[in-house]
């Protein structure tokens, strides 16, 4: 079976990771290959039988090139010529750029039309469609596809009004294999806090410094580390200055090993404004590291996180909520350790055999439906 995921890029990402999982276990006995849009560095280990395939050469390439290669039309023509070099016998799409326009393509042409698709979505809907031109667009393409992925129940529902329930379906987010470990970590924990995730107005990353601020009042000696690179970092650095906070608040930037750097961490802290299914959260959960998110749209903390259980979940933007549950888990050590302990051994339905185990399912049936 030729199998093709079609996506923006192998740079860092939750849908990157998800690829290069799901890419690395079909390539043990099918034929894969990935096509790119964006010519940027590939950032994740990829299985060597695997083909890369991108609208532009990743290395080497001219400003001209880069010019053309974020032209549209250009970029239809040359995906077209790259799926039928491929020929696939199903393609799988991420993130809507790609989708809408591989969708498009199989509008125009009859050949790869007969390709059979599936689109997986990767955020709350509400937000990646919430251009009415980009959202009517893509309810009338995405009417191609045979399948269409979700992570959160909550994201099924928006797209029930839209497909028929029996184009839909829920599948987690596999855990990438390294955060499978034997056991969380039970010694004395660090005095830091820590998120991880791209420095952008989605993460909200302010509002994580605003409560820190409220629990160094009784935590002194805290820490607060920010794992991740985006467009406002500049702007949160300068927001740290003011609190006087540069002592306290760490930007640590990307680091390779995220494992080992939040490991023996008093607590992670997602407070995000709308999410799909976290994955630094899922990371954070498979270690033990005691976590915190926001109840988010469109749901996946709420799918990850049963409520003082093996987790806590605060409002979104709500500062006060959000402290309050960071000094829950600091004043109570015996919930700490619940919440670590139930979150470790949680994780394990998100294994990533299991979960690619659900994929394999759904493509068997397209081309069983195919065939048949």
């Not at 326009?101 to 050949?111: G, S």
């Not at 509400?126 to 009338?140: A, F, R, S």
């Not at 006087?244 to 494992?259: C, R, S, T, Y």
């Not at 109840?295 to 409002?315: A, F, Q, R, S, T």
Request: net charge positive; hydrophobic share 40%.
């Amino acid at each position: 079976m030729k199998i093709l995921f079609n996506c923006l890029d192998l740079e860092k990402g939750g849908a990157q990771r998800v690829i290069s999982i799901l890419a690395n276990h079909f390539a043990s006995k099918n034929e894969v290959a990935i096509l790119m849009l964006r010519p940027k560095d590939i950032r994740y280990e990829i299985n060597e039988s695997v083909s890369l395939f991108s609208v532009t050469k990743v290395s080497k390439i001219s400003n001209f090139q880069k010019i053309l290669a974020k032209i549209s039309l250009i970029k239809l023509i040359k995906m077209q010529a790259i799926i039928k070099k491929i020929n696939p016998d199903i393609i799988i799409s991420f993130l809507p750029e790609p989708s809408l326009k591989l969708m498009l393509l199989k509008k125009i042409n009859r050949q790869l039309n007969k390709i059979p698709t599936i689109i997986s979505i990767r955020n709350d809907p509400n937000m990646e469609y919430k251009n009415k031109i980009i959202n009517i667009v893509m309810k009338h393409l995405y009417q191609k596809a045979n399948k269409i992925v979700l992570q959160t129940e909550e994201a099924y529902l928006y797209f029930t009004k839209l497909f028929k329930n029996e184009k839909l379906t829920v599948i987690p987010n596999p855990l990438d294999y390294k955060f499978l470990i034997s056991k969380p970590y039970n010694g004395e924990r660090l005095d830091q806090i820590v998120t991880v995730g791209r420095l952008v107005t989605q993460k909200n990353q302010k509002l994580l410094i605003d409560a820190f601020l409220n629990v160094l009042f009784k935590y002194p000696r805290l820490k607060l580390l920010i794992y991740g690179s985006g467009p406002l970092e500049k702007e949160l650095k300068s927001y740290v200055k003011h609190l006087n906070l540069e002592n306290k608040v760490i930007f640590k930037g990307e680091v390779d090993d995220i494992k080992t750097a939040i490991y023996k961490a008093k607590m992670f802290v997602l407070a995000s404004d709308y999410e799909g299914m976290p994955n630094a959260l899922m990371e954070a959960m498979a270690l033990g590291v005691p976590c915190i998110s926001t109840d988010c749209p469109c749901g996946g903390p709420k799918y990850l996180i049963k409520n003082e259980d093996n987790g806590l979940l605060v409002p979104i933007k709500n500062n006060n909520e959000l402290t309050k549950a960071m000094l829950k888990l600091l004043d109570n050590e015996n919930l700490s350790n619940k919440i670590s302990r139930n979150a470790f051994l949680n994780s394990r339905k998100y294994e990533p055999n299991k979960i690619c185990l659900l994929w394999e399912k759904e493509i068997f049936k397209i081309l069983s439906k195919k065939q048949g």
